[in-house]
């Protein structure tokens, strides 16, 4: 009589080890479909929204509309733009009419309501350049830089904010960006500093090295298409006086700002060539003006033998003839 036949599974359980690696096997294969059908749902694999510009429209409003996009907004930044309304959108990453996956941040930049108020900090003894951070640091500027006579050179002897006196015991308040003014000592004799390279650099960075340098910011133009909103990408690349130059403590330096990467590229060039030729001519003269000085001091060394020896030459002759 001839036996029932048994099938691959029946022969396979008679194998126990090779049965657990069978069911080991398909285990994993089974949680990593569940696991790839899972994050599939999660990530919604496929579905795309095309981000809506929410440039210019009120806040609320454009919240409304994330919603309906499938989408979340969040405040990365403000701004306080007197042209615009309070609330206004000025800025979001990504930018309106970019594909993203539901659910996605867009970051905004709204128009603040009014500008914010913060504490004028009390500088007056600092250095001018620890005086230059504590304004910084606290939101503010320096305005202008006036030097006096005085033996701390560079030294804030006192300090003005919008016509009033900063006392150390005072509490007041202006708007943020705003700038407060510096009298800063002079001794006399050192009345010139050297200008800066300031080309490639952002306007805030400019700003600070020039006043570190005991400099004034003068003029400060923008090219077409430069706004509140991308003045922080804009670049100086043109600066009046050039860099390595010698100025006027206090001087004030002009400046041009551009977006055009192109144009900072040639500009910049230049603008280290001209430093690098004003470097050296400035290290000539001053080699000159030592050597002058050098040189009469030396004569004024020799013209005081000589003296003496003219000195006891008329004493000897006066005695011959006596």
């Not at 309070?86 to 930018?95: A, H, K, R, S, T």
């Not at 108020?117 to 304004?135: F, I």
């Not at 390279?197 to 960075?205: I, R």
């Not at 005081?304 to 005695?319: I, K, L, Y």
Request: charged content about 25%; some cysteine; aromatic content about 4%.
């Amino acid at each position: 009589m001839q036996k029932p036949s048994t099938s691959l599974i029946d022969r396979l359980r008679e194998h126990k080890l090779l049965w657990n690696l069978l069911l080991i096997v398909v285990i994993i294969l089974a949680m990593a479909i569940v696991a790839h059908l899972l994050m599939q749902i999660g990530t919604r694999h496929g579905a795309r929204r095309t981000v809506p510009d929410f440039s210019g429209i009120p806040l609320d409003e454009a919240r409304h509309l994330a919603r309906k996009h499938d989408l979340k907004l969040q405040i990365n930044d403000s701004l306080f733009v007197p042209a615009y309304e309070g609330g206004i959108i000025l800025d979001q990453l990504p930018e309106g009419g970019v594909e993203v996956k539901p659910g996605r941040t867009v970051y905004i930049t709204i128009n603040s309501f009014r500008q914010k108020m913060v504490p004028v900090p009390y500088v007056a003894g600092r250095s001018l350049r620890q005086a230059k951070n504590m304004l910084e640091i606290a939101g503010l500027e320096i305005a202008e830089i006036v030097y006096r006579p005085d033996i701390a050179t560079n030294y804030v002897l006192e300090e003005v904010c919008d016509g009033k006196p900063v006392q150390q015991n005072s509490r007041i308040e202006a708007e943020m960006g705003s700038g407060v003014t510096l009298y800063v000592g002079l001794e006399e004799g050192a009345s010139s500093t050297i200008v800066p390279q300031v080309v490639g650099q952002p306007l805030a960075q400019a700003k600070g090295r020039l006043w570190e340098s005991g400099l004034n910011v003068g003029r400060i133009d923008f090219d077409e298409g430069i706004n509140l909103l991308n003045q922080k990408e804009a670049r100086v690349y043109i600066q009046i006086p050039g860099a390595e130059h010698s100025a006027s403590l206090g001087s004030r330096i002009d400046l041009r700002l551009t977006l055009d990467m192109e144009k900072l590229g040639k500009y910049r060039s230049e603008a280290e060539k001209l430093a690098a030729q004003a470097a050296e001519a400035r290290k000539a003269e001053e080699q000159l003006e030592a050597d002058s000085l050098a040189r009469i001091s030396l004569d004024e060394t020799l013209e005081g033998p000589r003296e003496a020896d003219r000195t006891r030459e008329n004493d000897d002759n006066e005695g011959f003839f006596d």
